[in-house]
């Protein structure tokens, strides 16, 4: 089921950002200036190259966006949608976070972050490799959510988890319990 999920949710992202050039990876996002290793601020207003101050494979304190904010990493970063390798303390778009790290917060209505150290709060967030705490709608992989649909977490608070090791919700199923549908409470070895 996670693999459905997870299936569509990619299918519509590759969908929406399948024009824009290398979205995902900030290392190759070109910038007015080039050869900078750290910068305090990197200022960008658009989706393309040439439209950030700093190259992306700059590390920054601060990164603002006017459409998009693509950075190697950031002490924070702000933009509609924000693509930051290592977040590490504030993440934050008005659409979407795509990160490889995130070590404090990922605030936005959704967030992809591959390894999440940290809080994502958001519509939806989906995490691959998780220790973190997920708070949202929805929430794929986190060692603590917080929703009303939970997917694949160690311990699950919603309406609705599913394949979690420790589950306190309405609707809670796990494949390796004794028990694997049962209401208020569920655990699996």
């Known amino acids: 089921m996670k693999k459905v ?6 299918t519509i992202c590759t969908a929406v950002f399948a024009d824009l ?3 995902a990876d900030a290392d190759k996002s070109r910038g007015w200036i080039s050869g900078v290793p750290f910068t305090p601020l990197q200022l960008g207003i658009g989706l393309f190259d040439r ?7 700059a590390e920054t304190l601060a990164a603002f966006g006017l459409l998009t904010q693509r950075q190697k990493s950031a002490a924070i970063s702000t933009a509609p949608l924000n693509v930051l390798q290592r977040n ?4 934050s778009a008005a659409l979407l976070n795509l990160g490889e790290y995130n070590f404090v917060f990922a605030l936005a209505p959704g967030n992809i ?13 989906i995490s691959f490799d998780s220790i ?3 708070a949202g709608a929805v929430n ?3 060692l603590l959510q917080f929703g009303l649909f939970n997917h694949s977490g160690t311990i699950q608070f919603g309406i609705f988890n599913e394949e979690g090791k420790l589950q306190f919700g309405l609707i809670n199923h796990t494949p390796d ?5 049962f209401p208020f409470f569920n655990f699996s070895k």
């Open 21 to 23: 050039p290398a979205v």
């Open 132 to 134: 973190g705490v997920q």
């Open 140 to 142: 794929f992989s986190g």
């Open 51 to 57: 439209t950030q101050i700093f190259d992306g494979n």
């Open 88 to 91: 590490y303390l504030l993440q």
């Open 113 to 125: 972050i591959y390894t999440n150290y940290g809080l994502q709060t958001g519509l939806v967030n």
């Open 5 to 10: 999920w997870l299936f569509i949710l990619l």
């Open 177 to 181: 319990a004794l028990i694997p549908w």
